[in-house]
């Protein structure tokens, strides 16, 4: 890989996400489906690409990029630090046992039908395909690249190629499943700030911002005479991101042990973070929200190199298991909202359990593109109680992340199939005992702070 290959890969990204973006504000299906630029212009990265019409002079590496962008992002996640607000205890902690529940579902269910089914079907299929419907769907493209990654290490070729499909099925079960859920949720009463699905945005629609509705990306912390804001902020994510690179090649050389880069990004993002605060420079100098729009800028190449790079050859030799388990992801988180997410919330059930849907079939923006259409004001109090839930809940990502590729590439997937299943249905009765386990009429329930 040389510097040139680089830019030009870059480039035609660039390229192509731009035509993907006037696409999505131009063509009406593109905008009913909310299908995302970043997934149009992957899905043109691959047909251009040297696969089909080998038009568009791609690299070898882009196969690469995926997971090397997917260290910053982790970073980026990192250097915002842990955060505790206030918020509410009773729907703080329903909504934290629903998160959880639906998060383990995804790893409990997938790995058991892969040694019950899977196995029978077609008796070749790795051992680590179980992990990757999770990495994808409530994972996204970038812990798919990273799993798959980890996966690949640990011998089971073509694991990015395989956790890239299902994290682009789950993205559009998760744009079109939540419009469908949307359209029958108004028709049924059970929504609480819009009546009538007609009432979406046309900015929602297009992606393309009114100009009295746009906003600053974020602050300049620091002079452009002594270096660039955006560079500095740049600077912030690639020193845990080098380090993280550094350190895993290290142990893997002289330890003969892989660990997963993007883990050791975040606890080094976490840890520089801590170092910032301490120093009196994080809230004087370090604006999040800039850190958060580079984050952004990396998660739409991981979408787009993810989708560019899938090997045709992977996913057609393990297409029958692609299909059942893509299925068995679609009827999962299908079946989690109406479920855990109506048992789970009171008021307001619908708009918090839809974001939880959104987010548990690709990434954080899907469930924000729901929240918005359903809940445009932000009353319903979802993103603050996720926001606080999260910080209990990146730990438990990265452990599950972390070991559970090595479990299953180990021999105990049964053992971690059945612990995630226990995870999961042990909040029930937690739930109940509680006395966080709703049972009104869905039609019947109310508004955050109505007092029903």
């Not at 990204?13 to 299908?35: E, M, N, V, W, Y």
Request: glycine fraction near 10%; hydrophobic fraction near 50%; charged fraction near 15%.
């Amino acid at each position: 890989m040389t510097l040139e290959n680089v830019i030009l890969d870059l480039s035609i990204a660039g390229l192509l996400l731009f035509i993907s973006q006037l696409l999505r504000a131009r063509i009406r299906l593109f905008q009913k489906l909310f299908i995302p630029a970043s997934m149009i212009a992957g899905f043109l990265g691959l047909f251009l690409g040297k696969q089909f019409l080998n038009i568009l002079p791609f690299s070898d590496s882009i196969g690469s990029y995926s997971y090397l962008l997917v260290m910053i992002v982790f970073a980026a996640v990192g250097i915002e630090g842990v955060h505790f607000n206030k918020a509410e205890g009773e729907r703080l902690g329903s909504m934290f046992l629903y998160k959880t529940a639906v998060y383990f579902l995804q790893f409990g269910i997938p790995v058991i039908f892969t040694l019950l089914v899977i196995n029978k079907i077609s008796p070749k299929t790795n051992p680590g395909f179980g992990i990757l419907l999770a990495s994808g769907f409530v994972g996204g493209h970038g812990t798919a690249a990273a799993v798959g990654a980890t996966l690949e290490k640990l011998g089971f070729a073509g694991a990015v190629d395989i956790g890239m499909t299902f994290a682009t099925v789950g993205i559009l079960s998760g744009v079109i499943g939540g419009l469908i859920f949307i359209k029958w949720a108004t028709k049924k009463g059970y929504t609480q700030y819009i009546k009538d699905f007609s009432q979406i945005s046309d900015e929602l629609r297009t992606g393309m911002l009114k100009a009295e509705n746009q906003t600053s990306m974020g602050k300049s912390t620091v002079s452009s005479i002594s270096i660039d804001p955006l560079c500095w902020h740049g600077t912030l994510l690639m020193i845990p991101t080098g380090l993280a690179l550094l350190i895993s090649t290290w142990c893997y050389d002289h330890l003969g042990v892989s660990f997963p880069e993007f883990t050791i990004s975040f606890v080094l993002a976490l840890l520089f973070s801590f170092i910032l605060e301490k120093c009196g420079m994080k809230e004087k100098y370090v604006d999040t929200q800039v850190t958060s729009h580079i984050s952004g800028v990396c998660t739409d190449l991981v979408v787009f190199f993810g989708i560019s790079s899938i090997k045709v050859s992977v996913i057609m030799e393990y297409a029958l298991p692609l299909l059942l388990m893509s299925l068995i992801g679609i009827v999962l988180v299908w079946l989690t909202v109406y479920y855990f997410g109506a048992h789970m919330n009171n008021a307001c059930w619908f708009e918090r359990s839809m974001f939880v849907y959104g987010y548990s079939t690709g990434v954080f923006a899907i469930g924000m593109i729901l929240l918005r259409i359903l809940d445009p004001e932000m009353k319903s109090e979802t993103l603050p109680d996720v926001a606080l839930t999260e910080a209990i809940q990146t730990w438990i990502d990265l452990l599950a992340w972390s070991f559970g590729p090595y479990m299953l590439m180990g021999g105990q997937a049964w053992t971690f199939g059945i612990v995630c299943l226990i995870l999961t249905f042990i909040w029930i009765p937690v739930a109940r005992k509680l006395g966080w386990w709703y049972t009104t009429p869905l039609d019947s329930r109310g508004k955050i702070g109505s007092g029903t």
